[in-house]
Each structure stands twice: as C-alpha cells, then as structure tokens.
C-alpha cells in the first residue's frame, strides 16, 4: 500500500507530504490545494500505466485521456519549472518500503526527465526507524542523456529477464545513455510491486446522470461509475449474489423507504447490456421495483461508491472527492461507518475530500489522527498538508465545539493562519 506522497514544487505546493491511511479525509477551504495533491496520484497511476509524461500532464486527443487541471502550464509551482515527486510504498517483505522519486522539468510544450529513483528500504525489525537503503535504479539526466519523455519505472518492468539477470542498454533502449543498467531479478520483483500499486490507484468521480443508462457488461469500473450496472451483472453468480448482498446491506439504511434488494440484470436481445435495479416498500404496501431512472443522484454516488469497495482489488487506493455530495447531513455517520468497514475488509484504502460539516462531525475525535488539513500560508501562499492533530491550538479549539462546527465557522483556518504569522 502507498504510505505517504511528498509533493515538492508540484502545483501549488512548495514541499509538502500527505500521508495515507487506511481511510484519510483531507478537508480545506476553496482553492486550499486538495485537488492539486489528488492530481498527483492521478498523474502517477497514467505514468504507472504506460503512458508519457507529457501525455499524463496534457492530455492525449487520440486516446481521449483529458489533461490534468491546468495543464502543463500550471504543472509545477510558479515560477520554477522543475517539479518532484516522491512515493513511499509497501516493499515485497513485512520489514521492507520502497521509495520512488521522479524529477520533471517542464519546458513550455516538452517535458524532460530529470532524475527517477527507486531505493529498498529494509528494516532491522517491523516499523524499526532507521532502515537500510539499497538503490534498485537511479538515473539522473546530468549523467548524460536527456530529452526522455518515459517513465524508467514502468518501461524496466516491461523487459524480459534473461537467466535472472536484466540487461538494459538504456542507450538504444530509452535513449538515454550508453551505460548498461543490470537488475538482480528480486530488484524486478520490487519494481512490479511498486507498480502495481502505483496502477491500483483509482481516481472515483461518480456521476449520477451517467449511471441512470444501461451500460455494457464490464469487468472494469469506469471512473464515473457510468457502468456499474455492467460490472456487477458480468460477476460471476455466486459472486455476484455476494456483491449484491452487501450493496443491499449497505443501502438499506440510506434512504426513508424499505429496500428489499438491490441488483443488476442483462437486458436486450443480447443480453449485452446490464441496468440497476431496487426493490422498495412502503409499509404495509406492497413492495415495487424501479431502476435506475428513478433513483436519486445521492443513492447513485453511494450505490456506486459502494460497488467500487466492492469490486476494486485488494491494495488498492481509492481516491473520492466531495465523498458525500447528495446525501442528508443525517447519512453521514453510514458513509463514513461504511468506508471504515468496507475498506478494512476488503484491504482497499480510501482517500476522500469533504466540506460537510456533518461528516467530519461523524469523524468526532477518534478520526483525529487520519484528518489532513489543506491550507495556504499567510505570507507566501504555496499550500500545506498539516496533520489536523498537529494544530498547536486544536485542544483548545475542541473544548469549544465539535469539528463540524469549527470547520463552519473557519476557525481551524484562522488558527492555521495565526500560526503562519507567528
């Protein structure tokens, strides 16, 4: 699992680290630079999965892959034009992390790769403090070369080994040098693993105008949610009475009446296409089924949100902004109770944004630690990630009311910026 993201120079930020647990909440006002730390993970997860640099930045017509908000042009924090990213990530072993650094320069319309690293982190003992380091690869441009637009990461992990040793002529290979880079085959074992949690980062953005189509059988989710109906309909039975199941569980508190089931089915001359299905009642009336035309925008996020816990696989990262978009103030204890559980079950760890006051009332004291504050310093700015439980005067500020209530009335903001002036 990806433990913490330093972003240095990127977007609006200087240098600051947001660290990730199993569910993070990462609250700030408008324009504080939630969107730009989320971006990152999104440009990691395109470069994860094979794409160019400058195409995960900018964008890609022929793919249809949509820039990065700003562009390349907002890229990095002005006025530099250099920006670095680090991730640190769970290692193949128990008492092992891998680090992961990537340099870009930015230069109007190209971009160049300035330094990627990859160093294993091993630990005398699980969670001991001063590890041993041992470089897996290190390319720095200054060496020779330049002008690279691919990602070391994912272009190693493509080459075959030959007798357990790989040979890569980064030359001829990633036109970069003339040297010969040599890989034990336990250091390709670090670099897939590191991957593939850069690729299981997931990037959710239901929309509820979307999901009311039928959609096509599917075993991926889109990032809009438009095709869950074809997710769940194309699982296998018995899996998908599982699925669905626990959907129904999970939405049977949201809305006033009495949901008996929720479910997808194929429909069409082919069988090709799937629609989402509830069966609800009233009472003493008698129950009615209706799909997904008939839903309200708040069940769909959740009935989308609660399909991605489901079907996203285990070490992923799921990424949500505005988790709570369409749902009552009163539902926000069940959101959040059900991100809790679902993503501890299912080994998937979640990361959303929220400006619901109810929400982080839901949180209370107990969600202290995992709460990440976005915030601009007074004097220069750049945004920052503080820890809320870092907030010199939040003991002070929790005597005099609950986290929802400071957050309405700004007053974690203005002791952030009390704090900045001093």
């Given at each position: 699992?990806?433990?913490?993201?330093?972003?240095?120079?990127?977007?609006?930020?200087?240098?600051?680290?947001?660290?990730?647990?199993?569910?993070?909440?990462?609250?700030?006002?408008?324009?504080?630079?939630?969107?730009?730390?989320?971006?990152?993970?999104?440009?990691?997860?395109?470069?994860?999965?094979?794409?160019?640099?400058?195409?995960?930045?900018?964008?890609?017509?022929?793919?249809?892959?949509?820039?990065?908000?700003?562009?390349?042009?907002?890229?990095?924090?002005?006025?530099?034009?250099?920006?670095?990213?680090?991730?640190?990530?769970?290692?193949?072993?128990?008492?092992?992390?891998?680090?992961?650094?990537?340099?870009?320069?930015?230069?109007?319309?190209?971009?160049?790769?300035?330094?990627?690293?990859?160093?294993?982190?091993?630990?005398?003992?699980?969670?001991?403090?001063?590890?041993?380091?041992?470089?897996?690869?290190?390319?720095?441009?200054?060496?020779?070369?330049?002008?690279?637009?691919?990602?070391?990461?994912?272009?190693?992990?493509?080459?075959?080994?030959?007798?357990?040793?790989?040979?890569?002529?980064?030359?001829?290979?990633?036109?970069?040098?003339?040297?010969?880079?040599?890989?034990?085959?336990?250091?390709?074992?670090?670099?897939?693993?590191?991957?593939?949690?850069?690729?299981?980062?997931?990037?959710?953005?239901?929309?509820?105008?979307?999901?009311?189509?039928?959609?096509?059988?599917?075993?991926?989710?889109?990032?809009?949610?438009?095709?869950?109906?074809?997710?769940?309909?194309?699982?296998?039975?018995?899996?998908?009475?599982?699925?669905?199941?626990?959907?129904?569980?999970?939405?049977?508190?949201?809305?006033?009446?009495?949901?008996?089931?929720?479910?997808?089915?194929?429909?069409?001359?082919?069988?090709?296409?799937?629609?989402?299905?509830?069966?609800?009642?009233?009472?003493?009336?008698?129950?009615?089924?209706?799909?997904?035309r008939g839903m309200s925008d708040g069940s769909l996020r959740y009935l989308a949100?609660?399909?991605?816990?489901?079907?996203?696989?285990?070490?992923?990262?799921?990424?949500?902004?505005?988790?709570?978009?369409?749902?009552?103030?009163?539902?926000?204890?069940?959101?959040?109770?059900?991100?809790?559980?679902?993503?501890?079950?299912?080994?998937?760890?979640?990361?959303?944004?929220?400006?619901?006051?109810?929400?982080?009332?839901?949180?209370?004291?107990?969600?202290?630690?995992?709460?990440?504050?976005?915030?601009?310093?007074?004097?220069?700015?750049?945004?920052?990630?503080?820890?809320?439980?870092?907030?010199n005067q939040l003991p002070k500020l929790m005597a005099s009311g609950s986290l929802?209530?400071?957050?309405?009335?700004?007053?974690?903001?203005?002791?952030?910026?009390?704090?900045?002036?001093?």
């Open positions: 699992m990806i433990k913490e993201l330093r972003l240095k120079n990127w977007k609006s930020f200087a240098d600051a680290t947001l660290y990730i647990d199993p569910l993070t909440l990462l609250i700030g006002t408008n324009a504080s630079g939630k969107s730009n730390a989320l971006d990152a993970l999104l440009f990691l997860h395109r470069l994860a999965s094979g794409g160019y640099i400058f195409d995960a930045i900018n964008g890609n017509g022929d793919t249809k892959l949509q820039a990065l908000r700003g562009g390349i042009e907002w890229v990095c924090l002005k006025p530099h034009r250099q920006f670095t990213l680090e991730v640190l990530a769970d290692g193949v072993e128990a008492n092992q992390d891998c680090r992961y650094v990537l340099t870009v320069q930015v230069n109007q319309l190209n971009v160049e790769l300035i330094a990627e690293s990859l160093t294993l982190l091993t630990y005398e003992s699980v969670g001991g403090l001063l590890p041993k380091e041992k470089d897996i690869f290190r390319y720095n441009s200054k060496d020779g070369g330049g002008g690279n637009n691919l990602c070391l990461l994912s272009s190693f992990a493509s080459i075959p080994s030959l007798d357990g040793i790989l040979t890569l002529n980064l030359g001829s290979a990633l036109s970069l040098n003339q040297t010969k880079t040599f890989f034990e085959k336990d250091a390709l074992v670090n670099i897939n693993y590191v991957l593939a949690q850069l690729k299981q980062i997931f990037i959710f953005d239901p929309i509820p105008s979307h999901i009311r189509d039928d959609s096509p059988l599917s075993k991926k989710l889109n990032t809009d949610g438009s095709n869950i109906a074809g997710v769940l309909a194309a699982l296998e039975p018995s899996r998908k009475e599982e699925v669905e199941a626990t959907l129904t569980n999970y939405f049977k508190s949201l809305p006033e009446s009495d949901i008996k089931r929720v479910w997808a089915e194929t429909i069409g001359r082919f069988n090709s296409d799937a629609m989402l299905y509830c069966e609800e009642g009233w009472g003493e009336a008698a129950s009615h089924e209706i799909d997904a949100i609660v399909t991605a816990l489901l079907t996203r696989e285990k070490g992923s990262l799921l990424v949500i902004e505005e988790v709570d978009n369409g749902l009552h103030p009163s539902r926000a204890h069940l959101l959040l109770e059900m991100l809790r559980t679902l993503g501890k079950e299912r080994g998937v760890d979640v990361i959303v944004t929220t400006h619901n006051p109810a929400l982080l009332d839901a949180a209370g004291g107990k969600m202290l630690p995992f709460i990440t504050v976005a915030h601009r310093d007074g004097k220069t700015g750049v945004s920052q990630l503080i820890q809320l439980e870092d907030v929802g209530k400071l957050s309405t009335e700004g007053r974690i903001e203005a002791a952030l910026k009390r704090e900045d002036a001093q």
